[in-house]
């Protein structure tokens, strides 16, 4: 059985087979496979340069793969733009987070859904449901007016995570979500992963941070030169594995070992043949 499939005890709602893409001669994917589950956090992670960022943008249609089959919901898709990213149900949130500093919490959450009534807009409606979900979500700010400018780090990676819930997607993508954040504001985001788990959506947890990878992730998929190096389940592996695997240590532990094993094949059949010299 996958182990995605025991994990989260059920058939993956996302799952990419042989993913490739290439820029000129540059190979950034090759033939790669990752799948997430619904209600899994499933962590990717890698080294610099190791496609960890195509991927994401494969899966979000902002660069489509070359080759390679996704399946999402059972059936087989094609992502080639953001737009059909999103429509299938997959949400993604950048590193950059795109807000508007200049709105307030609700103006950011309802950015181009905005709700209209009678031919204006429905804010007492919009900040009902911003209200309402920030709760779903346990999600710690002062008020639904006030401006994001004025806003944590912590507190502005929950206004765009809470946003990408709008959509009522299957899936959500974080890019580096606690990058350059405190301890306080880290444990907040991690917080709030907690819960998207606990709404039963699959999240792809993109992550330099090893501590807050094993604080979060069932499974772990590791990338390193544009190649599947290695997958863990949380639960039983340490961070020394993950590591070897990012940097291609285990690479070098098993090719040490098959060379060790050559060389005691070569020395028993010299013997063998001396013997019967």
Known sequence: MPVAAEVAGSTPVLSLQ???????????????DFDVSAGEVVALVGDNGAGKSTLVKAISGAQPADSGVITFAGRRVSIPTPLASQHLGIATVFQDLALCDNLDVVGNLYLGRELIRGGVLDEPEMERRSWNLL????????SVRTPVASLSGGQ?????????LLGDPKVVMLDEPTAALGVAQTAQV????????ERNLAVVLISHNMADVFAVAD???VLRLGRNSGEFRTASTTREDVIAAITGAADN???????????AEMADTEQAEEAGQ
């Open 18 to 32: 042989g993913i490739s893409k290439h820029f000129g001669a540059v190979r950034a994917l090759t033939e790669v």
């Open 135 to 142: 709760r779903e979500l346990s999600a710690r700010l002062p």
């Open 156 to 164: 502005r990676q929950t206004v765009a995570i809470s946003r990408s």
């Open 190 to 197: 991690l917080n709030l992963i907690d819960r998207l788990r």
């Open 219 to 221: 499974r772990i998929v």
């Open 253 to 263: 532990v098993v090719m040490q070992r098959e060379s060790r094993h050559r060389l």
